[in-house]
């Protein structure tokens, strides 16, 4: 691996000693580089981006998504506010999720997004009641779980029968036969996700395959369908050898399997647009020599960055600076954190490292800051946005008193 220096002309060492670590950062360059290639890829097909707000939903990076004329895929009214902050118009905002509160519902209906993605019948129920209420038809789609292993992570896989997302073909069917009994809805849309970070078409495919024999069916019964979500899922490369899905060949793969189609096309990618994007920073505080293994223990923690302990993930990474002259030492690089799992990398070789280096923690983009918390009541780690050697600090790192500013002493005592 070649040193690493800087980031999107951003020298990393001086961007680490005037905002500190642990740090956040992203290249906007590389993010509207990965939208311009989907883009490219979709030109002469009738779609939205809809951009998946949980994989970072910071302000920058959904202001950057609006001015690209990407929407915004939410889970919840949080996610909701945010994308209207950053300038994503209502017309390009679906709510997914299996757990939509009736506020939350309320407030998308409100704010007049493009459409809600069901997926249950009581979920159908309470949307009928609520649009009904105010005078309004809420356009929806059902989330079909088209039982496709997508080959991913256990705990990312979305699109298998066990998982809770979406229903089965049958039970959707039945609800356009009975769609009467839903008049304050407009069931013309079909979505499926069938998990993240694929790295290969063949699951995809399949899941198309399917979704596209039930639209084709459908079609015949009469239903008209103006909007199919294929969701997203499509993987990054997290490691040396592993290769991302090209965007041509995806959205080859959704023309052909959704060839005469004439409604809208929805696509729902996070992570593949921001992940290899970031990168987190880490201050080395000193090397551990253990019975048996050496432990380089960073400043960074589980609390940063919780997808290597959430799910063994494996992250890239490399000392910052000139590695000449340094042998190779094999490290477990953890975190300061009070939990065994508090650990980014097991046996892994680096260039011997010292207290003061500073690492880089590649491809965090993606469920790195969104993430985070504040355990061991550590306070959240500054974000800052690189492009063309200058950098914006977009989150600044929370102080302690911020972090502490929500909790009061029992001084006031009520009973229910």
Known sequence: MQDLLALDGVDLASV????????????????????DGLQSALQGVDATICYAVKANGNHAILQLMAKSGVGADIVSAGELRRALRAGIAPSKIVFSGVGKREDEIAQALEAGI????????????????????????AHAAVRINPDVDAGTHAKISTGKSENKFGVAVAEARQWFTAQAQWPAVRLDGLHMHIGSQILELEPIRRALQRLARFWRELALAGHAIASIDVGGGLGVRYRQGERAIDAADYVAAIRDALAGFDGRIVLEPGRYLVAEAGLLLARVLHAKQGSERTFL?????????????????????????????????TYDVVGPVC????????????PRCEAGDLLAILATGAYGAS???????????????????????????????????GEQAATHWETA
């Not at 939990?339 to 680096?350: I, M, S």
């Not at 918390?373 to 780690?381: C, E, G, M, Q, W």
């Open 371 to 405: 993430m985070a918390s504040t355990y061991n009541s550590r306070p959240l780690a500054a974000e800052v946005l690189v492009e063309h050697g200058r950098y914006a600090v977009v989150r600044r790192r929370q102080t302690l008193d911020e972090m502490l500013a």
């Open 339 to 350: 939990e065994t799992g508090d650990t980014f990398a097991v046996a892994r070789g680096l």
């Open 297 to 329: 223990v960073v400043d960074a923690a589980m609390n940063d960055l919780l997808r290597p302990s959430l799910y063994d993930a494996w992250h890239d990474i490399v000392r910052v600076g000139d590695d000449n002259g340094r042998t190779t030492t």
């Open 114 to 137: 493009a459409r809600f993605n069901v997926e249950s019948r009581a979920e159908l129920d309470l949307l009928q009641r609520l649009a009904h209420a105010r005078g309004v038809v």
């Open 16 to 35: 680490a000693a005037r905002e500190g670590t642990p740090l956040h950062l992203y290249s906007a360059t590389a993010i509207r580089q990965r939208i």
